[in-house]
């Protein structure tokens, strides 16, 4: 199983852009897909992008397309989360998710098998 720790996370104005990094260890397959979550205050998780480990394909939210870009390093065994534009309603705690089937309709629906503990990120107005 896959070992996942987001970091990354603080305040940023309205406007600014953050750069969150996802770090796995343990078992990376091939066909591993990682998604990228946010959970607002007081709302379920939901998803944002993902990535698979091969290939590098990519799958965006509707609402985060053109603002937030999914992307990895192999050999760092690191998965980004580049946001820019950042609103206040960005404002939660971001966590990744790792499939290790290649099932980036689970990953979309948050069915991950590894999860992240989370990072704080809060956007002021």
């Known amino acids: 199983q896959v070992q996942l720790v987001e970091t990354g996370g603080g305040l940023v104005q309205t406007g600014g852009s953050m750069r969150l990094s996802c770090v796995l260890s343990?078992?990376?397959?091939?066909?591993?897909?990682i998604g990228w979550f946010r959970q607002a205050p007081g709302q379920e998780r939901e998803f944002l992008g993902l990535?698979?480990?091969?290939?590098?394909?990519?799958d965006y939210e509707d609402s985060v397309k053109g603002r937030f870009t999914v992307s990895k390093e192999t050999a760092k065994k690191t998965v980004y989360l580049q946001m820019n534009n950042l609103k206040p309603e960005d404002t939660g705690v971001y966590y990744c998710?790792?499939?290790?089937?290649?099932?980036?309709?689970?990953?979309?629906?948050?069915?991950?098998?590894?999860w992240g503990q989370g990072t704080q990120v809060s956007v002021s107005s």
């Open positions: 343990g078992q990376i397959l091939s066909s591993h897909v």
């Open positions: 998710g790792a499939d290790p089937g290649g099932r980036a309709w689970a990953i979309r629906r948050g069915y991950g098998e590894s």
């Open positions: 990535i698979t480990w091969t290939g590098d394909t990519t």
